[in-house]
C-alpha cells in the first residue's frame, strides 16, 4: 500500500513537471510577430468591427485600412486562410508595412482565419515557426495549420455539409475557411469568420478581392490564378503579362460546382472580384522528404527533383526548389499587376499603389530585405 501511494507520487509529480515544462512552449504557439504599422497604413480595425458576431472569440482578427485619400476603388488581400501557406501571409505582412496607396485604398487582412495560426498539425510534422533575418534582427512567425484550431472549434461532424449548397466533404473540412463562404452569423467560429469577411466586402464595397494560398507541387492547380468568371478577363489580362515578364502563371476558371471557397462564393455573394493565387510549397506536399523550418524557407527536396524528372509535378523544380523569396515575389508582383490591369479597365475606380519591391528585387535581397 505503502509502495503504492509512493508510485501515485511520483507519477504526480513527473506528470506535474512536464506540464510547467510544456505550457511556456503552447502559450508561445499563441503568440505571433507583430506587424509594423507602414506609411501607407491609415487605420487599423478588428474583423468584428464588421461582424459582432466576432468580438472576443478567436476568430477575430487585424484588418488593416491603407486609404490614399484620393477617391478611387479599393482592393482587398487577404493572407493566412490557411495558416500552413506563408507566402500568403508574409505578402500581406509585406504590403502592410511597406505599401502606399497613390489613388484608391488597399485593405489587408494578413491572418485571416487568426485561429489557425495558433495551431500546428502535428501530423504533418510540421515546424512550429520560421525565421526570417532582416536589416532589424531576426523575426520570428508562426507556422500553423490549415484549419481552425481544434480547442475553438471542436468536435468535428463526420460529414462537413456546407450550408449554402448542402455539398458534402469529410469531416475536418468544417474548420476550413476555404470551404466556409458566404459563411453564417449564426454558424461555426469558422462559419462565423467567412461570414464577417464577407460582410467587410459588402460594407467597404470592395472592387477586386484576392485571396492568397500555397499547395503541393503535385497540386493540378499551382503557381495559378484563380478568377471567378467575372474577374477572368482581369486574371486573363495579368497572366499574359507576368509571362510576358517571364513569370509564368496558371489560369484557372474558378469552377461552378466547388462550394465554399472565396474565390466562387465571394463572387457570387457581393459585387467584388474574386481572385485565388497558389505559389508552391514543397511543405506541403506529399512526397517531400524531411519537413522541417528549411524546406519551408528554402523550398529545396531532393525528392521533388526526382519527381519533376518523372514528370509528376505542375510546376518546374530543380535544384533552385522554390523558395519563400520567390513564392512571396510570385504573390506581391502579381498583385500589383491585378490592381494595375483593373485600374486600366475602371477608370473612375482607379487604385494605384507604391513602394512595392519588384520580382528581381525579391529574388536577388530575399523577402526578409523588406520586413
Ligand atoms: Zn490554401
Same mark, same amino acid.
Do not use: C
Given at each position: 500500500?505503502?509502495?503504492?501511494?509512493?508510485t501515485a507520487?511520483?507519477?504526480?509529480?513527473s506528470?506535474l513537471?512536464?506540464?510547467?515544462?510544456?505550457v511556456?512552449?503552447?502559450?508561445?504557439?499563441?503568440?505571433?510577430?507583430?506587424?509594423?504599422k507602414?506609411?501607407?497604413?491609415?487605420?487599423i480595425?478588428?474583423?468584428?468591427?464588421?461582424?459582432a458576431?466576432?468580438?472576443?472569440?478567436?476568430?477575430?482578427?487585424?484588418v488593416y485600412?491603407?486609404?490614399s485619400?484620393k477617391?478611387g476603388?479599393?482592393?482587398?488581400v487577404?493572407?493566412?486562410?490557411?495558416?500552413?501557406?506563408?507566402?500568403?501571409?508574409?505578402?500581406?505582412i509585406?504590403?502592410?508595412?511597406?505599401a502606399?496607396p497613390?489613388a484608391?485604398?488597399?485593405?489587408?487582412?494578413?491572418f485571416?482565419?487568426?485561429?489557425a495560426?495558433?495551431?500546428?498539425d502535428?501530423?504533418?510534422?510540421?515546424p512550429?515557426?520560421?525565421?526570417?533575418?532582416t536589416?532589424?534582427g531576426?523575426?520570428?512567425?508562426?507556422?500553423?495549420?490549415?484549419?481552425?484550431?481544434?480547442i475553438?472549434?471542436?468536435?468535428?461532424?463526420?460529414?462537413?455539409?456546407?450550408?449554402?449548397?448542402?455539398?458534402?466533404?469529410?469531416?475536418?473540412?468544417?474548420?476550413?475557411?476555404?470551404?466556409?463562404?458566404?459563411?453564417?452569423?449564426?454558424?461555426?467560429l469558422?462559419?462565423?469568420?467567412?461570414?464577417g469577411?464577407?460582410?467587410l466586402?459588402?460594407?467597404?464595397?470592395?472592387?477586386?478581392?484576392?485571396?492568397?494560398?500555397?499547395?503541393?507541387?503535385?497540386?493540378?492547380?499551382?503557381?495559378?490564378?484563380?478568377?471567378?468568371?467575372?474577374?477572368?478577363?482581369?486574371a $486573363?489580362?495579368?497572366?499574359? =503579362? +507576368?509571362?510576358?515578364?517571364?513569370? %509564368?502563371? #496558371?489560369?484557372?476558371? @474558378?469552377p461552378?460546382?466547388? &462550394?465554399?471557397?472565396?474565390?466562387?462564393?465571394w463572387?457570387?455573394?457581393t459585387?467584388?472580384l474574386?481572385?485565388?493565387?497558389?505559389?508552391?510549397n514543397?511543405?506541403?506536399?506529399?512526397?517531400?522528404?524531411?519537413?522541417?523550418?528549411?524546406?519551408?524557407?528554402?523550398?529545396?527536396?531532393?525528392?521533388?527533383?526526382? $519527381?519533376?524528372k518523372?514528370? =509528376? +509535378?505542375?510546376?518546374?523544380?530543380? %535544384?533552385t #526548389?522554390?523558395?519563400? @523569396?520567390?513564392?512571396?515575389? &510570385?504573390?506581391v508582383?502579381?498583385?500589383?499587376?491585378?490592381i494595375?490591369?483593373y485600374s486600366?479597365?475602371?477608370?473612375?475606380?482607379?487604385?494605384a499603389?507604391?513602394?512595392?519591391?519588384s520580382?528581381?528585387?525579391?529574388?536577388?535581397?530575399?523577402?526578409g530585405?523588406f520586413l
Amino acid at each position: 500500500m505503502k509502495g503504492s501511494y509512493k508510485t501515485a507520487g511520483l507519477m504526480l509529480v513527473s506528470a506535474l513537471t512536464i506540464i510547467i515544462m510544456v505550457v511556456p512552449l503552447f502559450r508561445q504557439m499563441m503568440t505571433v510577430e507583430p506587424i509594423k504599422k507602414g506609411p501607407g497604413v491609415t487605420a487599423i480595425k478588428r474583423l468584428s468591427d464588421y461582424f459582432a458576431g466576432l468580438k472576443g472569440t478567436a476568430g477575430d482578427t487585424g484588418v488593416y485600412l491603407l486609404d490614399s485619400g484620393k477617391p478611387g476603388g479599393t482592393v482587398l488581400v487577404l493572407g493566412g486562410t490557411h495558416s500552413n501557406e506563408p507566402s500568403g501571409y508574409l505578402s500581406a505582412i509585406l504590403l502592410i508595412e511597406r505599401a502606399k496607396p497613390s489613388a484608391g485604398r488597399m485593405i489587408v487582412i494578413p491572418f485571416a482565419n487568426a485561429s489557425a495560426i495558433t495551431h500546428t498539425d502535428y501530423a504533418e510534422g510540421s515546424p512550429q515557426k520560421i525565421t526570417l533575418s532582416t536589416p532589424t534582427g531576426p523575426r520570428t512567425f508562426r507556422y500553423g495549420s490549415r484549419a481552425t484550431n481544434p480547442i475553438d472549434q471542436w468536435p468535428d461532424p463526420d460529414i462537413y455539409v456546407h450550408a449554402g449548397s448542402g455539398q458534402k466533404l469529410s469531416g475536418s473540412e468544417t474548420r476550413n475557411l476555404n470551404r466556409a463562404y458566404p459563411g453564417r452569423a449564426d454558424g461555426n467560429l469558422t462559419e462565423k469568420i467567412a461570414y464577417g469577411i464577407v460582410q467587410l466586402i459588402k460594407q467597404e464595397k470592395i472592387n477586386m478581392s484576392i485571396d492568397l494560398h500555397e499547395a503541393a507541387p503535385e497540386y493540378p492547380v499551382i503557381n495559378a490564378i484563380v478568377a471567378h468568371p467575372r474577374a477572368m478577363d482581369i486574371a $486573363a489580362e495579368t497572366t499574359m =503579362r +507576368l509571362q510576358l515578364d517571364g513569370i %509564368k502563371f #496558371g489560369l484557372e476558371p @474558378s469552377p461552378a460546382k466547388l &462550394r465554399g471557397l472565396s474565390h466562387r462564393e465571394w463572387g457570387d455573394a457581393t459585387d467584388t472580384l474574386a481572385i485565388l493565387m497558389e505559389s508552391a510549397n514543397p511543405a506541403q506536399g506529399r512526397l517531400r522528404g524531411v519537413t522541417n523550418e528549411q524546406l519551408v524557407l528554402e523550398g529545396k527536396d531532393p525528392l521533388y527533383e526526382q $519527381a519533376a524528372k518523372l514528370g =509528376r +509535378l505542375f510546376v518546374p523544380f530543380n %535544384k533552385t #526548389g522554390h523558395p519563400i @523569396s520567390e513564392r512571396v515575389a &510570385r504573390h506581391v508582383t502579381a498583385i500589383h499587376e491585378l490592381i494595375k490591369v483593373y485600374s486600366e479597365k475602371h477608370i473612375n475606380a482607379k487604385i494605384a499603389i507604391e513602394n512595392i519591391p519588384s520580382y528581381q528585387e525579391f529574388l536577388t535581397k530575399g523577402i526578409g530585405f523588406f520586413l
